[in-house]
């Protein structure tokens, strides 16, 4: 019999808190979410944070710090040009005197009432609340996190991989069988990862583009290229699970109607991965036409097919209908 799918808390419980958030995450956990799940990026002085991207103006109120007006830069992220302010350029302390605010305000305009009041948190202070709560509940509450842009860290000298291993490990995380996994968009720290950790790791592959150390390296598969049978073999070789964008588990077409599943859940399974597709949202304008207003249907749709975790900004939704699932 097939495990129940895992619940993983997208950012938190980033529908009814801003993301990365010690507020997202904790509710999320009061949701009985499985894992939750940081993006990380990196300070000056080498400590692993919480955000989607290391351009923080859409997520904190940096922008409206007088005292932070002068590090407004310009750089190259991932091969784009991004103007901003940029954790790398910020000691944790000065990250401690920003406060986040909701990234997408006219989607969730409930959310903006926290904007102002929370901190952003380390990757410690997540694990410590994971720690703590799986103290207080049953069962463990386990850790996703993602590295970010882990080429451009690794060019200018603030590697992501080493200081993630050294903080899980530090904080009691061991063996293939800890309540972690490691995800990344790209191919290159995922392997070099493997041969670092027994901790599970997850390919990221996303409905278009292909992984930035591709570009690099002048590979010129993409991501739709990794979906191959022979591709998935390739990936668990360092890998123990996909992360899937679910446009390609279940395609749509023009008018944003679903279309047949490919066969990508048993060629995943075939080679000994797990699914976990990514993401999951109640708005209707992330839903397909067929559940406009109805994200319980989408999430059964894809339970049914067989995937092993859903992303999620709405915990307690995914879990509602995982709960109902035979």
Known sequence: MQKKPII???RG???YRPEHTIAAYELAIEMGADFIEPDL???KDGILIARHENEISETTDVAVRPEFLHRKTLKVIDGEAKIGWFTE???LTEIKTLRAKERIPQLRPQNTKFNGLLEIPT???IIDLAKRKSIETEPIIGIYPETKHPTYFQ????SLENTLIETLQASGYK????PVFIQSFEVSNLQYLSTKTDFPLVQLLNISGKPYDFIVKGDMRTYVDLVKTEELKKISSYAQAVGIHKNLLIPRDNNDKLLSPTSLISDAHANNLLIHAWTFRNENCFLPQDFQGNPQGEYELFFNLGIDGVFSDYPDTAISVCCNIK
Do not use: R
């Not at 063996?175 to 800890?178: D, E, I, S």
């Open 155 to 158: 060019f200018i000298g603030l």
């Open 123 to 125: 990757l410690q202070e």
């Open 13 to 15: 419980a980033s529908g």
């Open 8 to 10: 993983i808390a997208h």
């Open 41 to 43: 990026v990196i300070t």
């Open 175 to 178: 063996g293939k069988n800890a």
């Open 89 to 91: 350029d910020f000691t």
